[in-house]
């Protein structure tokens, strides 16, 4: 083989596995992506059927119930304008209450109940996290569309 053959097989192989090292980091993001939906969003159909979401808002005062087995907690996520059923086994973070901020992740079942992985809490007084506050603005806009017909 003349050198100039050798140098572009060996460009050919490097691009080669680059193209392969591209595709598996693209893979792995795709397969790690999530996310975010209101629960006025999520009564609208928008969020993924059958695919792990986030959720965030308010848990709506009244709403929270514990199962006899101590993990289990079902309760409702607002956005002031639309709810949605949640349901949750693990260790709620100590920051979770009612009327407070809050941000679930996992899928919608087939009952409509959004079945959590994974329950995020606010820090502290003052802080909401930037898609629940959102959500929330979102939802008293629509609640004051409402209103006005």
Do not use: W
């Not at 792995?28 to 959720?55: D, H, Y």
């Not at 994974?118 to 909401?128: P, Q, S």
């Amino acid at each position: 083989m003349k050198p100039r053959h050798k140098r572009a097989a060996l460009i050919g192989a490097g691009l080669l596995l680059l193209a392969g090292a591209v595709t598996l980091v693209l893979t792995a993001f795709q397969q790690n992506l999530v996310f975010f939906f209101t629960p006025s969003q999520v009564a609208a159909n928008e969020a993924p059927a059958g695919k792990a979401f986030r959720i965030g808002g308010m848990v709506e005062s009244g709403s929270l119930e514990r199962a006899g087995d101590g993990l289990t907690v079902h309760f409702r996520v607002t956005d002031t304008a639309r709810s949605v059923q949640v349901k949750y086994t693990g260790i709620l973070p100590d920051l979770f209450k009612e009327g407070k901020g809050v941000v679930a992740q996992g899928r919608l079942g087939p009952d409509g109940v959004f079945q959590a992985t994974e329950v995020l809490a606010k820090h502290d007084e003052n802080y909401m996290p930037p898609e629940a506050a959102h959500a929330l603005e979102q939802g008293a806009k629509a609640q004051k569309t409402m209103q006005g017909r």
